[in-house]
C-alpha cells in the first residue's frame, strides 16, 4: 500500500475508548495478536477462545489474587473482520475511573502495551480496513457538531471520497499509460496514442480536480461553521442581531458608538446546519487608535466570510451609510453571499428604492425568522454548489490543487508536442499528489502527523 517504510508494531494494545471521567458505562478496547490470550487471562466466565466473532459475552475481571474488578460485557471482534484487522475485544465495564484505570493496568501487567494516539485506527490503516482520508473522516466524524457536519464526515469515513479520488487515479493511471504506447508506437499511426484523445482525457480529469478543490471553502464552512460576518456602522444595531440569532447575551450593547472594538462570535445550529456568527466592531473613519484596531479585525473577518449580513439604521442616513457599504464591497469576494438588513424595521419603507432588503427589528425580533429562513437558504445554496462530494481538509485541498497545478503542465506539454517523457513526468506528480490523499503514497511522518490528533483509544 505504501512507497516508504513505516514502523510498526505487531504487539498487543489496549486503552480505553470511551471518553476520560465517570459515566454509567466505559468501553476498553483490546487488540492484537495476543489479545484473547491476555483477555483471557484474566477473565472468570465462559472461555473467549472459540468463539465466533461479533458476539458478546458476560464475565468478570479478576487480578492475580482473585480479587474481582467488575463484572463486564466482552464483545469480540476476530481477525480480519475487525475494526484494527487483528483480533480486538471490547470490555463494557462500570465507568468508575479507578475500575477503568486498574483493568487497563492489569491487561499491561498481563502482556499488551498502553495504545499509543491513534494506534487502533493506524492499524486498521496498516491492514489495509481503512484508507488515510478515512481515518482523518473518524477524526471528523467524532468531532462532527452539527448534522451537516457529521453527513460530511461520513462521506468521508464510508470511503465515498476515497472511492471518488480512486476513480481519478484510474483515469491518470490510462492518461500514463497512452503515454507509453505514444512512445512504443511513436512511428505508426495508432489511435489510442494520439493526442487530442490525451488532451481531452487531462480536461476531464482537471475539471474534476478544479470542482474538488472549489469545494473547499463551502465544506470547510460546514464543518466549522459556515462564517455569518454583521457588519455595518457603529450604532446599526449589529450586537442587538447577535445576541438575538445566538439566543443569548452574548454581545453588550449600548448606545455609545464603537462600544463593540473587538471579535465576538459564537455558533448556533439551525435546521442541522452550523452557523458561526461574528459581530464586528462598527465600521466608520476614526483616530481612535484601539477602535481602528478592531475595524482592522472586522475588514479581515469581511475578507473571510462565507456570508456578510450588512445592518443599515433604517432611522439615520440610509444614503451615507449604502455609500460606506459599497465601498467596502469592492474588497470581498465575489462569492461571499452579502445581504443588506435594513434595521429597525418601522422605518423600513418602500421608499428607498431597494427591494431586495431583509427589513427587522433586532430589539423586538420582528422580522428575524425571515432572516434565518433567508441564511437556510444560503446554507443550502453552498452546499449544492458544493456539489455531492465536498473537501473539508486542508491537506487534501493542497494535495488536489498541487494535482491539478502537474496535469496543467502536463497539458500545456501536450500543446507544445513535447516529448511523451516530459508530460509522463508530470502525469506521475499528479498521480503522487493524489496517492498522499489516501495514504497510496505516504510516509511515517505524515502518518505520524495525522494520527497524533486521534484519542488514545481510537
Known sequence: ?????????????????????????????????????????????????????????????????????????????????????????????????WIQREIVNLLIRSGARSAGPGEFSQRAFINGRIDLAQAEGIVDLIASSSRAAHRLAMMQANGQFSRRLDELRERLIEFASLLELELDFSEEDVEFADRHRLSELADRIIAELDRLASSYSAGKAFKEGIPVVIAGQPNAGKSTLLNLLLEEDKAIVSDIPGTTRDIIEDTR?????????????????????????????????????????????????????????KEKQESI???????????????????????DKICISAKSGDGIEALISQLISDAREMQTAGGDIMVTNARHYE????????????????????????????????????????????????????????????
Request: proline residues 3%; aromatic residues 6%; negative net charge.
Open 1 to 97: 500500500m505504501n512507497n516508504s517504510p513505516i514502523s510498526f508494531s505487531k504487539d498487543t494494545i489496549a486503552a480505553v475508548s470511551t471518553p476520560p471521567g465517570t459515566g454509567g458505562i466505559a468501553v476498553i478496547r483490546i487488540s492484537g495478536p495476543e489479545a484473547l490470550d491476555i483477555t483471557g487471562s484474566v477473565w472468570r466466565g465462559r472461555p473467549l477462545k472459540g468463539r465466533d466473532s461479533h458476539t458478546a459475552h458476560l464475565g468478570k475481571i479478576v487480578d492475580e489474587h482473585g480479587n474481582t474488578l467488575d463484572e463486564v460485557v466482552a464483545t469480540l471482534f476476530l481477525a480480519p473482520n475487525s475494526y484494527t484487522g487483528d483480533d480486538t475485544i471490547e470490555l463494557a465495564c462500570h465507568g468508575s475511573r
Open 269 to 325: 445550529e439551525i435546521d442541522g446546519i452550523l452557523f458561526r456568527f461574528v459581530d464586528t466592531a462598527g465600521l466608520r473613519r476614526t483616530d481612535d487608535t484601539v477602535e481602528q484596531m478592531g475595524i482592522d479585525r472586522a475588514n479581515d473577518r469581511l475578507r473571510r466570510s462565507a456570508i456578510i449580513l450588512w445592518i443599515v439604521d433604517a432611522t439615520a442616513d440610509i444614503h451615507s451609510q449604502l455609500e460606506y457599504i
Open 333 to 355: 469576494d465575489s462569492e461571499v453571499i452579502q445581504h443588506l438588513i435594513f434595521n429597525k424595521m418601522d422605518a423600513c419603507g418602500s421608499d428607498t428604492g431597494i427591494s
Open 399 to 458: 494535495a488536489i490543487v498541487k494535482g491539478a497545478e502537474a496535469l496543467r503542465r502536463a497539458r500545456q506539454l501536450l500543446a507544445d508536442n513535447l516529448s511523451a517523457d516530459f508530460i509522463a513526468q508530470d502525469v506521475r506528480e499528479a498521480l503522487h499528489h493524489l496517492g498522499e490523499i489516501t495514504g497510496t503514497i505516504t510516509s511515517s511522518t505524515l502518518l505520524h502527523s495525522i494520527f497524533s490528533r486521534f484519542c488514545i483509544g481510537k
